[in-house]
């Protein structure tokens, strides 16, 4: 019987704005890590609000009976769930190799029909991910190609005739036609491409070289320490004559701890501060600090009483006289444990910040 796509459910749900397409999907192809809830997120032209994709959790039992094409069945899913459409992945290991398969039915034909069936070796896992979004997009668009980039970079930026593109998986659907994609990611080098989008599955390769930066100064203020770039040990200060980002640097020394610093942009020198071993919690930094702070207010207070019965002197010497000289032996008290404090929150780690 003939498949309604949901192409043209959601041309028909244009004109309906309270519509929305329910979609149930069975999911059993763990291999592939797809997902109902991101399913149609790999597809762009959709429209979000009126499409809804729900997983329906069925057993291995009525998963074969279902796939047997059994309307009752069928019916039954499609009335209990309020669905429209039925969508059931598979993918599943055969003789060393993976197969997958969809299969689509619409409420309005109770017809499970097989929509892709494939069967590739493991190790191209990518490309039977892409196969099977590629069979599926007759379903949620129009014709499109459908690009698969050979090589993970983090923090890739892609971009199409100046647009900015939202890649999933390493995969991204987009119109028919041609157009210049510009790739750019941190630490290499910017490249251009100039591609035709046909209806197919467009393998892209998207390698970039690292860009490389001319000398950087790495200095540790007040000591020496070994430096680890990762491939390499450096007894600081030091200066690279080259460098790539992102750079990460560890440093460590001897009584005091490891410190570390990741460099996202050209620089020609940075330092880095250690802290000592005995700064191992910045909670007890900031208890030291805390302190000093309220024995230098209390201090200030205590002197402020002090300035106040002295003046009260002349009013009442009998009286302000004793608290005046009380107040002096408090303010003697407390600059001591002002200067405590502050020789606590110094030797804590605020004599290494620089």
């Known amino acids: 019987m003939k498949r309604i796509g949901l192409a043209a459910i959601l041309a028909l749900s244009a004109l309906l704005p309270l519509f929305a397409f329910k979609l149930m999907v069975v999911e059993d192809c763990e291999l592939l890590s797809i997902k109902a809830a991101d399913l149609v997120s790999f597809f762009p032209f959709k429209d979000e ?193 080259s460098y790539s980002l992102p750079l990460h640097l560890i440093g460590s020394r001897e009584g005091f701890l490891d410190s570390s610093m990741q460099l996202s942009q050209e620089e020609s020198s940075i330092q880095m501060n250690f802290y000592p071993e005995a700064f191992s919690d910045i909670e007890v930094y900031k208890k030291q600090r805390e302190g000093f702070y309220e024995s230098f207010a209390a201090s200030l207070a205590l002197f402020g009483l002090r300035v106040l019965f002295t003046s009260l002197k002349s009013v009442n010497e009998d009286v302000f006289a004793p608290l005046a000289a009380f107040s002096d032996g408090l303010v003697i008290v407390s600059l001591g444990n002002l200067a405590y404090k502050l020789y606590s929150y110094w030797n804590s780690g605020f004599c290494s910040v620089v």
């Open 49 to 241: 609000e009126r499409i809804e994709a729900m997983p329906l959790s069925i057993d291995k039992h009525q998963l074969e009976i279902l796939l047997e094409s059994d309307e009752r069945l069928l019916e039954y899913l499609f009335i209990q769930n309020s669905a429209d459409a039925l969508l059931v992945l598979k993918a599943f290991e055969m003789g060393g190799l993976i197969r997958c398969q969809a299969y689509y039915a619409s409420k309005d034909t109770l017809d499970l029909e097989c929509i892709h069936d494939s069967l590739t070796p493991k190790l191209q896992e990518r490309d039977l991910k892409a196969r099977l979004l590629f069979s599926l997009k007759s379903l949620f668009m129009e014709p499109s190609a459908l690009m698969v980039f050979d090589v993970t970079i983090p923090g890739l930026k892609i971009s199409l005739d100046g647009d900015e593109l939202e890649i999933r998986d390493n995969m991204l659907f987009c119109p028919l036609g041609s157009g210049e994609l510009v790739l750019e990611a941190l630490g290499y080098e910017r490249r251009s491409i100039g591609l035709e989008f046909t209806d197919s599955v467009i393998h892209v390769d998207n390698s970039l070289e690292k860009k490389l930066f001319e000398r950087l100064l790495v200095s540790t203020p007040g000591i020496f320490a070994q430096m680890n770039l990762g491939d390499r040990i450096l007894q600081s200060p030091f200066v690279l004559d």
